[in-house]
């Protein structure tokens, strides 16, 4: 059985910017309306609940938090060269050059900000939470970028 959250309806949502050097349209600075969809495969308790809707929200709001407003740049990947200075972020790829106040970025442990590399990275957190109990077989997060286009992907809890 699952239960499903939609970040639209549930206010699990972001707005950020980024690029993905390797596609040419997507290389330019840019920027989307992002969402978390959650399904959590279980089964329920003697209480008849997979999982309390609200816990999963509390723990999905400060991993979006972190991303709001903010300037995506991935840690890992050899597509793009970046360095931190002082309070600064500068970027290079392609003959591009991008410099970032540090306040207005955050670094994900991901090689490129995709879709899905964002929902691999959700996912994880999502699980390392402690929020599930041993009824929960697997979480799944599906990130959209805009409405009608995801990346989903799932950990495997018990
Ligand atoms: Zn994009």
Redesign the pocket.
Known sequence: MNIRINGWETGIRFVAG?F?PSIEK?SRL?G?NYALLVEIEGEPNEDGIIIDFIRVKEAAHPVVEKMDHRMLLPSGGSSMEIMRADDEYTVRFNDKKYVFPASDVTVLPIDNVSAENLASYFAGELARSGIFGKNVRSVSVGVA?GRGQEAWARVVIN
Do not use: I, N
């Open positions: 980024h993905l997507c840019h989307h970028e």
